[in-house]
Nanobody, 114 residues
């Protein structure tokens, strides 16, 4: 399974950014599996940011609840992370993750700074 994430960006505090992750793979049925976004801070392990299951139900880390929204488009095999009211503490490398084989995207840098 290949996961290709959109390019991250430099965003001002309070601003917004939307990440996307397109999945592909011969035997991968995107609609049948949960999809997640994780992030990694320098020198630390990856932490779960948000999960969307096959029914579209979502879960979020407490640190992003009310600010981030995960969604999926099964017609495009793509998962999104809408990031609103971002904070400097959101600065990290963000990774897309699929729950079939456990593949990861290449990671995309999001920097929140004025």
């Amino acid at each position: 399974v290949q996961l290709v994430e959109s390019r991250g960006d430099l965003v001002q505090p309070g601003g917004s950014l939307r990440l996307s992750c397109a999945a592909s793979g011969y035997a991968f049925s995107f609609r049948k599996y949960d999809m997640s976004w994780y992030r990694q801070f320098p020198g630390k392990g990856r932490e779960m940011v948000a999960v969307v299951d096959v029914n579209g139900d979502t879960k979020y880390a407490d640190s992003v609840k009310g600010r981030f929204t995960i969604s999926r488009d099964n017609t495009r095999d793509t998962v999104f992370l809408q990031m609103d009211n971002v904070k400097p503490d959101d600065t990290a490398v963000y990774y897309c993750h699929e729950h079939w084989l456990g593949s990861w995207g290449q990671g995309t840098q999001v920097t929140v700074s004025s």
